[in-house]
């Protein structure tokens, strides 16, 4: 069975702090997709990243970057120097491959991410 | 902005009323999803629309009624409710030819049952 773990519920950090937030997932695939999702309190889920199996590059997007281990099922997601505006829910999610033309989400619990000033 | 309208935001219903939500999207996508969010819970998916088809549908109750009347909409009928389905219902849209892609979300339809 596919299954994505976060296991930090909650992360806490001053402005300025750099931040890791943790994916664990599990899945026979050998193909799989592995997404990060940001839910700030307006409530819309924010697509951050689409990473493939097959892709083990990490990136880099300004502020974020990525780091994806297939050794050990991990796909964790590192803000630098955070920012106020960066505090919301953080979803790590990992999809299946589907033949019907539609991604089918499985998606962690999620981190609740709070920046101090 | 978001590229998926989701109306209405927020959505206060009786137990014995009828109500509908819905929502629109213009990117030419022809995968469409309804998914449930519980308080600090992460979404669960409901139901995919797939060419205006209904492709997955996660056990739901009756008392939710998915449609799919073209290729930019969907709507969720809602019908005879308990307090427990009080959520975030979010839609969400994908290309159907990009194996693996990315959702797009809408900011969610707030429903409140009485």
């Known amino acids: 069975a596919q299954k994505v773990t976060q296991a930090q519920t909650e992360i806490s950090v001053v402005e300025k702090e750099d931040v890791t937030l943790d994916c664990v997932y599990e899945t026979r695939d050998t193909t799989y997709y592995l997404f990060w999702y940001k839910q700030p309190p307006s409530g819309e889920l924010v697509f951050l990243i689409r990473?493939?199996?097959?892709?083990?590059q990490n990136e880099i997007s300004g502020r974020y970057s990525w780091n994806f281990q297939k050794s050990t099922s991990s796909f964790n997601f590192t803000i630098t120097a955070s920012q106020v505006v960066d505090s919301a829910v953080y979803f790590c999610a990992l999809s299946e491959v589907p033949s019907g033309g539609y991604n089918k989400l499985i998606f962690g619990a999620g981190t609740r991410l709070a920046v101090h000033p | 902005d978001t590229e998926v309208t989701q109306t209405p935001k927020h959505l206060v219903m009786g137990m014995t009323n009828k109500k509908s939500l819905k929502c629109e999207q213009h990117?030419?996508?022809?995968?469409m999803y309804w998914y449930k969010q519980k308080a600090k819970k992460p979404p669960e998916l409901m139901f995919v629309y797939s060419y205006e088809k209904l492709s997955i549908n996660e056990s739901v109750p009756s008392r939710f009624s998915p449609e799919c009347p073209n290729s930019s909409l969907l709507n969720l009928h809602l019908h005879a409710l308990q307090p427990e389905d009080s959520a975030l219902y979010l839609c969400?849209?994908?290309?159907?030819?990009?194996?693996?892609?990315?959702?797009?979300f809408g900011e969610g339809s707030r429903l409140t049952v009485l």
């Open positions: 969400a849209s994908s290309q159907e030819n990009r194996e693996g892609g990315e959702l797009f």
């Open positions: 990117m030419g996508h022809r995968a």
């Open positions: 990473r493939n199996s097959f892709d083990e």
